[in-house]
């Protein structure tokens, strides 16, 4: 398969246009209250799948996907996620994207399934920090609040003018998924509308 | 030294903070006021009344009330870069620094040239400008430059870049009260309690309404504003609470999705950079409580416009909230008791109350009588039937009046005086409701338009629902919000019903508050026109031009708005409205109720462009997308163009090249060596599942079932219409599973397009379709040198390289990078598009190009590929398409299938029209000068010397010069071109140049055979 492990190049991180760290706060402010960084090359498996073959998806992926749309899942490691009611997206750790989707593809339910590798289509961000809702709120329509969205809930959305796909963690941590396209102008938003806050933007690991 | 604020009390309200006095400018003159102030309230503290110009005539205006309804004291702030327009000096916070000028005059307030259009006010009437600028229509280009000049509120700054930062917010919550008056207080209260989420908000620089101003009355057995504090003390402790002060509802729309302009720093001298000038809030409640109050109706009388005549409930908030004293010799007009208040608090403040004029034949109320105790000239059945005055209000006339039928019955009396307050009724401020289409109700009772309340969703209470009452409105905030509350508990486990609910008490029911609504005070002597009697101060729209329009046929109060303008501007109608319907309905002989009201629309106030902007501006006003390669094509000197969103690399020029320098170079290198092109924006779309084959035969015109794994095909994709939607090359990588590329602009409209198809047409169909655009980076490597420079970079199996046949796949390694290498060409070269994950795209490219160099290879950017496809007369859909050309426009039956049951656009295909001939179609052009490029978008006719208009033959889609035709290349879109070929046509030039004169072609200029290709 093309996506197999390269063994002589290191892949290039979605910000790799940019020199990173940059911080922006307030004079007034002694350390950045938002934590932005890249998670580079989190393994992402999108998985379209029936009810029929759920189970077994499930099963092959050690994720638990009897999910409600918009719920997560967090086990082992790894974050599934429900996109719609077919949809979902696997996070792994970087690497083993490769060998799950060697597993679901030779598996029975191959014929009836899609699995396909995002891992470099979509780019991961780690947002965290007390005042990462504030920050969000500035860009997403969806209700952000602790009683609302907290731990184990998604949602595709906007953030500002990007599509994203927001993961909660912890009540001030998330996972901000975009288009490896879009990443800088996510990068360059949260920049602008951390800077209130304190924003300290890194390259990741 | 600034002058004294003769006008300030010594009384010590809250609201202002005498130990910090602000140093602030008017018209150049520096003035001292307090923090807390507003301008207006510190202009007043001076004395200063006079504040502006009138928009029409020039004349002079002073402050006419306290809040967002002011119509007259409309300024102009300058900031050290630039300057805003129109804002209410009642509603702007002074600062130290402030600098403040009014506006609409030349050269000075107290002298205006203009104002001579007030002597000319009979030849101003409604519709002036459609009277007068009609004709001759050929001079209207002349008159503009002049009303231009004249028109418009305000000047805005000649600096067109705003330095402020403005923000927007999205928030949601159970509840928002929209006002913090009372009502609102304790709507909030209520519903907070109860655990509801809730945001309350108000315009004013502190929650309290009209309670800041009222200190006659008790609530819970203490004075009115104690209350109020201890409740707002009690919301700002609860973290379920959000309390907005500074805080325009803008906008309340469908689904209680509600707009707010909150003012951050507005009011601040330091405004921290961090920090936004507005927020705009957009905000989702799953329920709405409107307490947004009422705004006091002025009464219409000639001469009611003077500077020094005020709205008698803004006379009494600058004496309690502000300790300013308006007018020292004050004459009281009018219809109601409410004003009898202001008339004591004139009085206690040391004010000298020389007359309390009551339109009411014998009033009785508690408070009439209290002020005759007092020694205060009460004549009640009496009318203010004009007021005189330059600058400034100096005298009034008062006579006996006959409120039945209008007019004066006794003689005028003459009487000096500084100050007018009037009172003219109550306005609920029924606009948020009014946004929403939700209905108006004539209340006879009070005379005022008062909401319908029908909705679930939004509700008005208080005075914004017509109960002015404030024991009766608390009342009806407790009731209507504990309702709303258990609404909210059925679908909520956070919110608890807490029972019962206190209603505060208050001891305020003794006030009438039913005005008797006398809507225009005729003065009954012909000297005293109406033409002076202000309906609307703001658009200068007199009593006399509502009449004028009556008489000139418009009966509908829409039409009526709009011919006097009476009701529209900055201030949407907020005092003028009811009068102007008023006067409307008794001029029509209707009731009110007949003749309806206009609908208010949103902004409730302006709200800048700035907040709707917010921080979509500059480089964050549109995303840029770039590939995995940008940082190199940066570092290679690339010049981008923008391809949708996305930042492609246009041409890479070196020093001393021009544009066409560096396209023939681009072009040429890979015509005789190899170039490489960044491809991965071209969108991607993984198809799979085992209907994924009959799928992409319903999508594409041509057939793909029978297309071999491991094989590519181009294909056509047209909508219901039969025309060309998108194309692509599409690759089959096992049974059920295909590898489909789209246009890079096209992408996400292609994948919606068909994710639409699969969900609502061929549900019968088990297909998935992912999105991987971004999850390959493509380089394109193309020309002769290209497999050489491909078997250089392979990791293994160097020789499939050679074995590698036009139209086919494979996957390998390229410099231990994982790929997918595509044999297809969009250059007419033999050409591999080298697909990897995206991550490694910028290590691929780079290596390519390192081992490229010994073979000549070329960076070529969009220009080039553009350049290298048009030699191959290739089609780009977008350019070669418009939305209206079909397969048989672009020559090419060939993809038709005649085989296939059906696909999308066959059935439009199939119809007699869409073959006909003389339908545009594509063909080439060459020049009769090689050396001469025509225009893109440029139009041929067939005989260029015809009369113009002239009839059009098609336009020209593409146009280059080719550096290895070493001449002008173009396709065309001509009518019946197919059968032309051979013929001439012309192009006319826009600079007036000879028209070009083109040969009609075959768009195929190079390699016809298709050779180089197929290699």
């Known amino acids: 398969m093309a996506d197999t492990s390269p063994h002589m190049v290191i892949g290039n991180s979605a ?116 005042k990462v809702r504030d920050l969000l709120a500035k860009g997403c329509p969806i209700d952000l609040h602790p009683d609302s969205f907290s731990k184990n809930q998604s949602a595709q959305c906007d953030l500002a003018l990007a599509n994203v796909i927001l993961i909660c963690l912890e009540e001030d941590a998330f996972i901000c998924i975009c288009r490896t396209s879009f990443a800088e102008y996510v990068l360059d938003w949260c920049l602008d509308a951390g800077f209130e806050f304190g924003i300290s933007a890194s390259a990741g690991i | 030294m600034s002058p004294k604020q003769s006008h300030r009390l010594r009384a010590n309200s809250t609201a202002i903070n005498r130990q910090k006095p602000v140093q602030f400018t008017f018209d150049g003159k520096q003035y001292t006021g307090f923090e807390g102030d507003t301008l207006a309230s510190a202009l007043l503290a001076h004395g200063v009344h006079l504040v502006g110009r009138s928009f029409k005539y020039h004349r002079p205006r002073g402050i006419l009330g306290c809040g967002s309804e002011e119509p007259n004291a409309l300024i102009r702030v300058r900031h050290p870069s630039n300057a805003e327009p129109n804002l209410r000096a009642t509603q702007l916070e002074i600062y130290d620094g402030l600098v403040a000028e009014s506006q609409n005059r030349f050269p000075s307030l107290n002298v205006d040239f203009l104002s001579i259009n007030s002597m000319f006010a009979r030849f101003f009437p409604a519709g002036f400008y459609y009277k007068t600028f009609m004709w001759p229509a050929s001079l209207w280009m002349f008159y503009e430059r002049f009303i231009r000049q004249a028109a418009g509120l305000g000047k805005v700054s000649k600096n067109h870049h705003d330095p402020d930062r403005y923000e927007h917010k999205y928030a949601h919550c159970d509840l928002l009260v929209a006002g913090g008056g009372a009502s609102g207080l304790q709507a909030a209260l209520v519903a907070a309690n109860a655990g509801a989420r809730v945001i309350i908000a108000d315009e004013q620089s502190e929650l309290g309404g009209w309670l800041l101003t009222d200190n006659n009355f008790n609530i819970d057995q203490k004075p009115a504003m104690d209350w109020a504090s201890t409740v707002i003390k009690k919301l700002h402790s609860m973290p379920n609470v959000t309390c907005l002060v500074r805080t325009t509802i803008a906008a309340s729309m469908d689904d209680n999705f509600i707009l707010m302009a909150e003012r951050v720093t507005e009011h601040l001298s330091i405004k921290e950079a961090h920090l936004p000038k507005q927020r705009l809030w957009k905000l989702r409640a799953a329920k709405v409580i409107l307490a947004t109050g009422a705004i006091e109706r002025p009464l219409i009388f000639s001469g009611n416009d003077l500077p020094g005549v005020m709205l008698s409930s803004a006379a009494r908030s600058y004496i309690f909230r502000y300790d300013v004293l308006a007018g020292t010799r004050a004459i009281i007009f009018t219809n109601n008791d409410d004003a009898y208040y202001t008339a004591l608090a004139i009085h206690q403040a040391g004010g000298f109350v020389r007359c309390i004029v009551d339109l009411r034949d014998n009033p009785k109320s508690q408070i009439i009588t209290t002020m005759r105790k007092l020694g205060i000239d009460v004549r009640t059945g009496h009318a203010v039937i004009a007021a005189h005055g330059t600058r400034h209000i100096a005298s009034v006339d008062i006579a006996e009046y006959d409120t039945e039928n209008g007019g004066p019955t006794s003689d005028a009396v003459h009487m000096d005086c500084n100050f007018l307050a009037m009172s003219g009724g109550l306005n609920p401020v029924v606009h948020l409701h009014s946004q929403r289409k939700g209905r108006l109700v004539w209340d006879e009772r009070t005379s005022c338009y008062r909401p319908e309340n029908k909705s679930d969703d939004w509700v008005s209470i208080g005075s914004a629902n017509g109960t002015f009452q404030l024991g009766r409105a608390l009342a009806q905030a407790t009731r209507i919000t504990s309702s709303l509350v258990t609404k909210l508990a059925k679908e909520n486990r956070r919110i608890i019903v807490q029972e019962p609910v206190a209603i505060p008490e208050t001891d ?41 329009a009556v008489r ?189 590329t789209t246009t890079s602009g096209g992408a996400a409209g ?64 390229i410099a231990g990078i994982p790929a997918r290498i595509f044999r297809i060409s969009f250059t007419g070269e033999m050409a591999f598009e080298i697909n990897v994950p995206a991550r490694y795209g910028l290590a691929l490219w780079s290596h390519l190009m390192r081992v490229g160099k010994e073979f000549n290879l ?75 490029v025509i225009p893109e978008g440029a139009h041929a006719v067939l005989d260029p010397d015809q009369e113009i208009p002239m009839a059009m033959l098609g336009h020209v889609s593409s146009s280059y010069y080719s550096p290895n035709l070493k001449r002008s290349i173009a396709m065309a879109l001509l009518k019946g071109g197919l059968n032309r070929k051979g013929q001439n046509v012309y192009i006319p030039m826009l600079d007036g140049q000879k028209p070009i004169k083109a040969k009609i072609v075959d768009p195929v200029f190079f390699d016809k055979q298709g050779d180089r290709l197929r290699g």
């Open chain 2, 552 to 740: 000139e046929g418009y009966h509908s109060v829409e039409h009526v708005k709009r011919y006097t303008t009476t009701g529209m501007a900055t201030d949407q109608g907020k005092t003028s409205n009811i009068n102007a319907i008023g006067i409307l309905a008794n001029t029509l002989n209707k009731s009110i109720a007949q003749t309806g009201t206009t609908t208010f629309r949103p902004p409730y106030t302006p709200t800048s462009l700035g907040a709707i902007a917010g921080r979509n501006i500059g480089s964050l006003f549109d995303p840029i997308r770039t590939t995995r390669m940008h940082s190199w094509h940066h570092a290679n000197g690339a010049t981008f163009e923008h391809v949708g969103q996305w930042m492609r690399a246009w041409y890479y020029p070196r020093e001393g090249e021009n544009f066409q320098q560096t396209i023939n170079r681009e072009v040429h290198a890979t015509r005789h060596y190899a170039g490489l092109l960044d491809a991965s924006t071209l969108g991607k779309i993984d198809v799979k599942g085992p209907d994924s084959a009959e799928f992409l035969n319903r999508v594409y015109t041509n057939n793909f079932a029978t297309l071999p794994i491991g094989k590519s095909r181009y294909g056509l994709m047209l909508k219901e219409d039969g025309m060309v939607f998108d194309d692509g090359v599409t690759t089959r990588l096992a049974e059920d599973h295909f590898y489909m």
């Open chain 2, 750 to 813: 292609v994948l919606a397009w068909l994710e639409e198809l699969l969900q609502t047409e061929w549900q019968d169909l088990n297909v998935y379709l992912t999105s991987v655009t971004e999850q390959w980076s493509v380089a394109s490597l193309s020309g002769p040198n290209a497999k050489t420079i491909l078997k250089a970079c392979m990791s293994e199996d160097k020789n499939s390289a050679d074995d590698f046949p036009f139209m086919t796949m494979k996957e390998t390694f």
């Open chain 2, 858 to 932: 070329t960076a070529y950017g969009t220009e080039a590929m553009h350049v290298l496809r048009a030699e191959k007369g290739f089609i780009i859909v977008g350019q070669e398409t418009d939305g209206t050309v079909t397969p048989y426009d672009l020559d090419m039956h060939w993809i038709v299938s005649k085989k296939k049951p059906d696909f999308i656009g066959k059935r439009a295909l199939e119809r007699t029209s869409m073959d006909e001939p003389h339908r545009k179609q594509l063909v080439g052009l060459l020049t009769e000068d090689p050396n001469k």
């Open chain 1, 15 to 130: 910000f790799s246009n940019r020199i990173l760290p940059i911080i922006k706060k307030p004079e007034s402010l002694k350390t950045p209250q938002i934590e932005l960084s890249e998670i580079r090359h989190l393994g992402k498996l999108n998985i379209r799948c029936t009810s029929k073959t759920r189970d077994m998806v499930s099963k092959l992926t050690q994720c638990n996907l009897s999910l409600q749309p918009n719920q997560s899942d967090s086990k082992a490691g790894r974050i599934a996620l429900c996109l719609g009611p077919d949809e979902y997206l696997i996070l792994a750790e970087q690497g083993s994207e490769i060998q799950l989707k060697k597993t679901l593809n030779s598996s029975d339910i191959v014929k009836q399934i899609a699995v396909t590798n995002v891992s470099d289509a979509l780019c991961a961000l780690s947002l965290s920090g007390k």
């Open chain 2, 508 to 548: 305020e029911n003794k006030q009438n508050w039913a005005p008797l609504p006398v809507w225009l005070v005729q003065s009954g002597q012909p000297y005293i026109s109406n033409k002076t009697a202000f309906v609307d101060f703001q658009n200068d729209a007199t009593a006399a031009d509502i009449k004028l």
